[in-house]
């Protein structure tokens, strides 16, 4: 009788789709402010941060990118930009205009120091940028060559090998990342991202980078100079293996948590990249951040897909990986989350949310 | 011989990928229906210096009497001008949501909504021009580059928050959204005034609840719904609930669909001449039929062409005021503002 008991109360539980777990998870109250700063040009929200004066950086994708014609190979640029606002939401300035690797905003991170970095998984790139604006560093490379839609007439075989970027060395993208040129997800070398999604530090200032939802699936390390360390990961669903990776965070301690959204799971490591936990009870977690101060906390965001309304809460955790509470679904309306891409968590309630449906970014502060 | 040259410009005609272009003759009510006469003032618009009207795909006005004016010019643009035709302001300037302009239309509370066919995204404005809502997501160019789809044919997708080359967008009275959907599907999507998916209907055909490029929607103060589809040169009423209600078939090709205010509303719709230019289509095309929400036809007026008070591929439509339209045109690329002077209000029976 016992067994039965237990039986239906499990099959109950699939029945209603794992909502017991959620009915458990208290409610956080929230404000938000959707908004406090107006974008320039209109576009979707890849990626949102801020510096220590409260400075407001957006990495968007805005206008179009544009393909070269009459060139010895199609290349593709721009197609994105990265603002500054004020602490009071005020249009500061523009931040890399032109630059080569600003192709396709995927995120935007300020280190202690206040520099800006920002992810492109169109240019493969990672570029670092000084607080006011100025190119530090660049990690990755864009490839040299862009294959697009082939014109009429051109054999089957030739846009497949146009799209895998075959360069001028024969290879893949002169070199540039489409991967490199490892097996899919072999944990290769250096810094051939593919779709880098974010990027993440420890306190000596090593650089540790999300890469990414191509086919790479791994971290890749390097010293603050930028200079490769070590790479780990693979594509897979065991421990330590990846299925694409959508956020990067760290913690003051040095552990390293890394958003696995096609395993539905948070990995947590040690900086040499030694697997310690992982949290499975958040969704998908499509943007992570750990929170600055004394104590801190973990936020997870579960996004909803483009094609649905469904989840969009974010999660407020433990470093241990126990779940405080949740806030937020999906939706269109001002308080409201759309395929959240970017979580910025400076202090432990004031935080800013990027959306990709939406094209926003919100001022969201928790309330006890 | 005779029948050689037309089988030469059937084939011509199939070998033009452009849908919805098929002309086999003049609409049924163009002989028995009076024209209505009116006057044009095609020079309306005033652009500062520097700024030029491209393809005129869109026009609307707010309850001011403002004009819109959604245009593919070198960038694909949305201009303000105010009842004078004084330019006012743009919107979105370098928005992601404007590659390929098709409709833009204003709701009740005077927001205005581009619908873009190339980024398959609908914007939302306040008349100030900030970014209220954004409806469908562009696709991701990073897709794009190594999995190029095809050139925008019927997919068929149907999916709840995406779109594959929209064409307009309408509103209930209660504000519910519809939007017509499009040249890539072949459907009309309902969602509520926070964007939240409601329903779909329509597969591509010429069937009940099928279409063959929705190009224009309206709605009127009942919440009944008038889809414009254009390929099967009919227009289909829906009721609010999208279950097929009626269909016209004696007024051509329907390009672009609107619908007066007021107590007392007429619907029009333009059975334009196509973009081809092909002049051979010049003299069974061109004209817009002033009709009943019945469906009665009440009169028609203007015919094809590039001159003034000729319509040059009428792609949108205001009629804010049953007497005072807009026309975005876009083989001649202007917005015309035309006055129509009604001798005439009895039903003729063209039906």
Redesign the interface.
Known sequence: MKRIITFMVAAAAVAVGGSLVAQSVPEINYDANADLISLPSYGEVAGVATNSRGNVFVYARTGHAVATLGDERTFYHGGSRLFQFDQNGKFVKEIGQGVYAINFAQQVRVDPQDNIWVVDSGSNSVVKFDPDGRFLLVLGRKGENIGVRPGAGVPASVPDAAARGAGPEGGRGGGGGRGGSGNPGAGINGDSFNRPSDVTWDRAGNVYVADGFGTNNRIAKFTKEGNFVKTFGHTGSGTGQFNQIRGIAADAAGNIYVADAGNKRIQVFDGEGTFKSQIANVGTPQAICVSGGSSQYLYASNSNDPESMDHGEIYKLQLSGQIVGKFGKAGKLPKEFGMVNAIDCRTENDLWVGEVWNWRAQKVTLKK | MIRRLTAVFVALFFATPVMGQNVSGPAKARATTPEIPFDSAPNFLKLPPGLYMGEGTGVATNSKGHVFAFTRSGETRLFEFDQNGTFVKEF??????F?FAHAVRVDKDDNIWAVDEGTNVI?KFSPDG??L??LG??P???E?????PGGGQYSGAN????FHRPTDIAWDPQGNIFISDGYGDSRVVKYDK????VKSVGTRGNGPLQFSTPHAIAVDGKGLVYVADRGNSRMVVLDNDLNQKAVWDTIGAPWAVCISQGPHQYIYSSNSFPTGNNFDQASMTGEIYKMELDGTVLGRFGKAGHGSKEFSAVHQMDCRNADEMYLAEITQWRVQKITLHPQTTRATGGR
């Not at chain 2, 979105?92 to 949501?97: C, K, T």
């Open positions: 979105g300037v370098g928005s992601y949501g590659a914007q900030k970014l809502m954004v997501k562009r991701d160019p990073l794009q580059v190594t999995t190029m999916r709840p928050y995406s926070n964007g939240r998916f």
